[in-house]
């Protein structure tokens, strides 16, 4: 741009219909399918809140698709030994934990009298029911048969929850790597019942204790070692505030689908994906 033509500072730069090439035959909107995706939001009462309600979850889901994602794909990368991909996927999912956490101080500005006016109106539904987070769980070591039932009517969810619940999580491809780069983590470890909770091994614990301590020697392993780290804190902080924002709006009340609300909010924070790495840092 010269001198001439540059825009004083502070100025409005005045855009004509000549400077914008319209390619007319694909508009944002039709790009991003806005007119089906603004129209799903279908609220069942009058009350105010219940849009928000409605938003936040259903852009919660749309995180959470992208989370699964960036996750199948870093546990397929960590499983061909491809850590430089899988670090930039896993750093990328824990943005996209936090970015879920931020939501539910957006949905705490809805009060206690707020939720009730349209609480009737959700029915048997529940967050409890969502399979996408089910996967991540699953994906992430959280491995438990009984979350699965919920979704017996729904044959196509129930199969594919069941096919991940029966795969390795990313820890199990993480420890079957370290097997295999020469750590001596016994096979009955790496080789097990991938349907059950993980349960931590000391083989695993002196595993990760070699790796701290000669983290010049084993980089790759180390990075990865903190990369899963930063998901779990980012989980368990998304727990945390799921946990206060339900608090805050019904208290200790029954949560809808006939959880038990907070009470199982607050056991699922003494979960963890990943223990070696947490207990080898007091040993070190």
């Known amino acids: 741009m010269t001198g001439e033509n540059r825009p004083a500072s ?42 928000l309600f409605i938003t936040i979850h259903q852009a919660s889901e749309l995180w ?14 960590v499983s061909r030994g491809q850590l ?11 943005k996209i934990q936090a970015q879920l ?10 009060t206690p009298s707020d939720y009730s006016a349209f609480r009737d109106s959700l029915g048997e539904s529940s967050g409890f029911q969502s399979y996408q987070y089910r996967v ?10 009984t979350t699965v039932k919920v979704h017996r009517n729904n044959p196509a969810v129930y199969e594919m929850l069941l096919k ?26 790496v080789e097990r019942d991938f349907t ?7 083989a695993v614990e002196a595993a990760w204790l070699e790796v701290y301590r000669s983290p010049e020697r084993y980089w790759d392993l180390y990075e990865l070692g903190e990369k899963l780290v930063d998901v779990e804190t980012q989980f368990q902080v998304w727990r945390f505030s799921h946990m206060k924002t339900v608090q805050r709006i019904i208290g200790f009340k029954r949560g809808t689908g006939g959880t038990s609300g907070v009470s199982y909010l607050m056991r699922a924070l003494d979960l963890q994906f990943f223990p070696e790495l947490w207990t080898v840092r007091t040993s070190l």
């Not at 319209?22 to 809140?49: F, I, K, M, T, V």
């Not at 430089?84 to 824990?94: D, H, I, P, Q, Y």
């Not at 956490?101 to 809805?110: E, K």
């Open 10 to 51: 502070g100025s409005v730069v005045d855009v004509s219909d000549e400077q914008i090439h319209w390619n007319p035959g694909l508009s944002y909107g039709g790009y991003l399918c806005l007119d089906s995706l603004l129209s799903l939001q279908q609220p069942r009462s009058e009350a105010h809140d219940e849009l």
């Open 84 to 94: 430089g991909s899988a670090l930039k996927m896993l750093a990328r999912v824990a």
């Open 136 to 145: 991540l769980e699953f994906r992430l070591g959280n491995k438990n048969p």
């Open 196 to 202: 059950v909770p993980y349960v931590p091994h000391p």
């Open 164 to 189: 991940v619940l029966s795969e390795p999580s990313l820890y199990d491809l993480v420890i079957r790597l370290m097997r295999d780069s020469g750590f001596a983590i016994p096979a009955e470890h």
């Open 64 to 77: 959470m698709k992208l989370a699964g994602f960036e996750l199948a794909a870093a546990m397929r990368d």
């Open 101 to 110: 956490t931020q939501s539910w101080s957006v949905l705490a500005t809805m």
